[in-house]
């Protein structure tokens, strides 16, 4: 993999550093390359019991009884049902509207009712089936528009979760003042975060009367406060262990408190150990998905491409329980309009109750939403004006001392024009825009007098070649007789680093760093390594401070017996906030052995040799850091004013694409995108993060399509919930731009969840750009494109 | 895993003559069902649903796998993968259809484990290689003990999934003839994503201008659009004896809308099927002959 970094302002002075800025191989690694790596499913537990969840066939209704097959032999099964519960019956997040098990309304397809466990995986699986739940259905509520039409009333008195409210300037001045104005309706359906490895967790009872629960997670102190909820225990008689974990993109945040939960009841009532890993099918079904999102926009601009009225009305649609949806949508708001300035903005922001699962997070946290409809709105007022797309954004986009929505001042690291002309200049996307527009001319031109090239004589010359591409084709020529256009598109986002408004407060995470017995720094964080390279970035941080090397750093597993609450593995916040407080730990800790040997520590060598004199004479070491609050930074979350986020990351992509006109499959042949990121602190694990970002965005984009069938997911398979494989991912060209950030280690931001930003639109914008038709809602799925271009606008 | 894996048997015979023994003995019980690649099979099993107990493994018959030259055709054993099939230089040159059909299969590994006989068996109305064996005019090859007999592809199917194969018959051996000379080969795959996709359409056609001007053969089969994979008739028909133009294109296409019968599933819907349906045959008729377009 290949990394271009480029700094756009770097220090005068350059101190080549000896871990920050290099690519280190990742700490874990050699381990999941090799197999050792054991995930939750490889642990062997003596005595183990395998749980099952029995759930829910309809969308909405009323238990009426639960009936135990009585001629299944129930013998060694395990059953538990929400009686068992010994606390309160909730999933804690937020709220605790979401029970853990559903006890007598049921509010969504797929919700937990009973469990069973039994020592053979193959009994427990029979004994699913031997559990009969009659239920009265009732009418549910499925889609948005139900939702707010209150078909049925699932919460409050309007089916509405939250409701958020962002205003700035005069929206009737700013329309007043516009010379044109734009509205638009945008789409996006929901997206499975399809994790290599399921969700899967342990739980066992301990011997002081308490539980130990091992798993797949993001956030073992979410799992910690759920269980304690649950369980009605104090917090020392809980312990969250993480597991080695295949991917979570949010789909581990919120759902191991449900599953872990479920573990710990079967447990406690059994006093056995159990496990409880789903496959693919009852991952796909049961657990969170991306929001979906309507929206509208009406933008006021002058001729020119001034911004000057920006009104958006979004809503998401929660699912069943509150779960994250809140905070999801706090973040859609924040982004909603873009990385641009206007000085008349309304934005009314609602999630609504449904009776679908629950839906959680998922990289970018509704932002890739609201994202989608600003970028794609931007391109139709590029449209309207007649007007470059490129243009236009340069005129609009943030600069040092611009005002956000929400009247945050942007004073420093600000790289929008940084991405966007990066972009744009690798991608030649002024010229290649010109060059497509003229060969889908031509070939339109040449379809239409019946001059297909390579066409003309009939009957198969010996030694024709079948074609290679993955769609298959025998004929001859390269064409084989397709109608194909080709199209560039570009998009520009941004994104907040760390939890919004006055999140991070709240958390007030704590880290450390402490010394183990044979004199070696230690990282103590409830951080998780979730492929990501966490862990890797931890110890290059702490050991640039130390001077040491990072191998020589040590990582503490994510242990909620052994380490501070550092906050949740989300939100882009693990590098800049989290690292940050151990880049802190670390410079406290030299400069108290430096102290301690009064003189500077030279190598690793040193640092052991003091280290292990300090432990001898003066004992152990620990050095805590909290999170504190840039004085600067101020939110005010009944007003929704102030500094949503400390920084923003900025990322541009151009997205190629090639239409075939005949099926309306889109083939993505390429995309360029820059990314100011603050700093990279490893600038391979930051263009994997931007390469995985991208093709999750173009799987969103163009693939990944949840259907439903009678308020069941229908397609939980993974030959049917359509992901890109290796074969549809294009060449990713990727530029790191680095303007360091004062308050971030190293001058780092967030990187995690930027990619996942800005492919759709672009890939919307190629595609009107190859064929005239705009498609305002995703996945831009065949069938969509297709009926799209029988109503107008093929060329 | 939802099946329950310690209950299942599997018999592994010998040769073809015990593989059909144990076959038709088995029916006085419960029947072996039999297992080549179980690239169908065991996602079945995974997804618990209901394939059967008892297991006839045919992996090992040797006399089942490769590929022939038959007279005007290839022979493929039962048991030839679908990487075999692509590989195969015979193949590549004079049935580059079915190559192109057998390199589109899943993806690599699956083509290294799925069989041609267990394309067929399985009769799924999207199987990729059905509509080439029957634009061909394949012949499969069934054997049990009471003897062998050879069934003409395009009488295979009584309805979705529903094969005239006897309980005691096992598929031994499948011939292809090729294209008639002169005729144009055409095989085009529409799915899901450029690999790992199962077909929302695909059609396999072959098709001949005679020297005179008009059409004299046309064979136009589909997959993905009716219960079984077709014969597309009436777009046949339409074409036989016009001349190649914009007109019989258009005649072609509505007639082959009288072909089909395509269904909403979870993969696609009936209108998007219709149309592609409709724009693939047009894509085959103006690769074969750009006059096909004109007029
Ligand atoms: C990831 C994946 C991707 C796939 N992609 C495609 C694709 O793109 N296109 C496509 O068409 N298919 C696809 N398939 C389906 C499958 O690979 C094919 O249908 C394959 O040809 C089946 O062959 P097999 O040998 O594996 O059959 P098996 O699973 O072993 O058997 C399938 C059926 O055929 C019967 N059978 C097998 N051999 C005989 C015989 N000699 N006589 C009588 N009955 C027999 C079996 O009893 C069973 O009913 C895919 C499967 C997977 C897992």
Redesign the interface.
Known sequence: MTARVASARRPRTIRRPASVGVSVPKIEGRDKVTGRALYVDDLAVPGVLHGRTVRSIVPRGRIRRIVLDPGFDWSGVVVADHRDIPGKNACAHIEEDQPLLAADEIRHADEPIVLVAHQDPERAEAAVRAVHVEVEPLEPVLTIEDALAKKALLYGDDNVFKEIRIARGELAAGFAAADVVVEGTYRCGHQEQLYIENNGMIAERTADGGLLVRGSLQCPYYVHHALMVAFGLPADKVRVVQTVTGGGFGGKEDYPSMIGGHAALLAWKSGRPVKIVYDRLEDIAATTKRHPALMRVRAGVKRDGTLTAWDMDIVMDGGAYVTLSPVVLSRGALHAGGPYRCPNVAIHARVVATNTPPNGAFRGFGAPQTQFAAECHMDRIAGALGMDPLALRRRNAYRIGDVTPTGHVLRESVGAHEALERTAKRADFAAKRRRFARANAAAAEAERAGRRAGAGVSGLAPGARARGASSGGAGRGSSGGRRLRRGIGLALGWHGAGFTGSGEVRLASTAALDLTADGRPRVLSANTEIGQGALTVFAQMVAERLGVPPAFVEINASDTGQVPNSGPTVASRTTMVVGGLLEQCASGMRERLELFAERPLADAADFRRVARRFLRERGPLRIERRYQKPPEISWDDAAYRGDAYGVYSYAAIAVEVEVDLDTGEVTVLGATTAQEIGRAIHPVLCAGQIEGGTLQGLGYALLEEVRWKDGRIWNHQLTNYIIPTSMDAPPIHVEIVEIPYSHGPFGAKGVGELPMDVPAPAVVAAIAHATGVRVDEIPVTPERLLAALARGGAR | ??S????LEVATPRDLAHALRLLHDSLATERLVPLAGGTDLL?YL???QQVGRRFLNLWGLRELRGIREARGGVTLGALTTFTMI?EHPLV???L??L???A??IG?WQVQNRATIAGNIANGSPAG?SLPVLLAHEAVVHARSMRGGRDIPFGTLYRGYRDLVLEPDELITAVTVPF?PA?????????????????S??VLCGL???ARGGEVDLARVALGSVAPVTLRARRAERALLGAR?S?TATAAARAALMEDIAPIDD????A??RR??AG??L??????????F??G
């Not at chain 2, 979870?266 to 819907?269: A, E």
């Open positions: 895993m939802r329950a894996l310690s209950t996602v995974n997804a618990g692509r590549r040159r004079c580059p259809a190559a192109a059909a390199a589109v993806a990729d294209p002169r005729a144009f080969p055409f095989f085009r795959k529409v799915g899901t994503r450029r690999a790992q996709s199962i929302k359409v098709v001949r201008v190649p914009a979870i993969r696609s819907d209108a998007y149309a592609v724009n693939v047009e894509q085959f008729l103006r690769a074969a002959d750009a006059r377009t004109m």
